[in-house]
């Protein structure tokens, strides 16, 4: 199994811009989760989906921000338009189960992140 | 409002010695607690877990303590090595994981 893939893995874009970040879970997996990873925040989930429908978007920090997931093999998150203070890293994780009884069904897989640069 | 918190920001041990990782968390309603491993330029990945029915549980190396009394949890690894220098995460689950801060562990040879 190649794992959580993401592109692209590094983003420089300017200020105003449209960015898209792509990621592929892993199959059979139900759930994806998107991350901003920031030093003074650390992990902050923005959305996540459950069979490709948005069940908690609540971390979504503002309406730039928008997130997809077309089919089982595939979702965007989107910023339009970028500023300066969305330069972060973004993964994606995908994971069997959200809230399993067994500890370890809740084990999320991690992509290799995209990080954002935004001038 | 942070629900999980990493307080140290970063740690310094000598190899062979002990690291201990600690986290704190507000909600006394997780089900369950994760400690994620993340090294540069690589996405975490799962290193161990505790259910909150569970005090302890052990690993290898690497032994989880859960102190729900106090909302505490903290990862113990020893020895340490070199290969475990890497940002940890704490997370917390109630159907999704909420994340700490983490810590940068750095392991001198």
């Known amino acids: 199994d190649a794992g959580v893939i993401q592109s692209p893995r590094h983003e420089v874009t300017e200020m105003g811009q449209e960015v898209t970040l792509r990621c592929k879970p892993i199959?059979?997996?139900?759930?994806l989760f998107w991350y901003r990873q920031t030093m003074m925040r650390g992990l902050e989930l923005l959305i996540y989906?459950?069979?490709?429908?948005?069940?908690?978007d609540s971390g979504m920090p503002e309406d730039r921000f928008s997130a997809k997931m077309p089919n089982a093999s595939f979702s965007t998150l989107k910023i339009q338009p970028s500023e300066p203070r969305d330069s972060a890293v973004y993964f994606c994780?995908?994971?069997?189960?959200?809230?399993?009884?067994?500890?370890?069904?809740?084990?999320?897989?991690f992509g290799p992140g995209t990080r954002l640069t935004v001038l | 409002d942070q629900q999980v918190k990493q307080n140290s920001p970063s740690l310094s041990v000598q190899e062979g010695r002990i690291s201990i990782l600690n986290c704190d968390y507000t909600?006394?309603?997780?089900?369950?607690f994760l400690w994620y491993k993340k090294y540069p330029a690589e996405g975490p990945t799962f290193l161990i877990s505790?259910?909150?029915?569970?005090d302890k549980n052990e690993d290898g190396r690497f032994t989880v303590f859960l102190n729900k009394s106090a909302k505490h949890l903290s990862l113990h690894i020893v020895p340490s090595q070199p290969g475990d220098s890497a940002v940890y995460f704490c997370a917390a689950g109630e159907g999704k994981l909420i994340f700490g801060q983490g810590t940068t562990l750095q392991v001198k040879p």
């Open positions: 199959s059979g997996h139900d759930y």
């Open positions: 505790i259910s909150s029915i569970k």
């Open positions: 989906f459950n069979n490709n429908v948005p069940i908690d």
């Open positions: 909600n006394s309603m997780f089900d369950y």
């Open positions: 994780a995908s994971s069997l189960v959200g809230a399993g009884y067994d500890v370890r069904d809740n084990e999320q897989f």
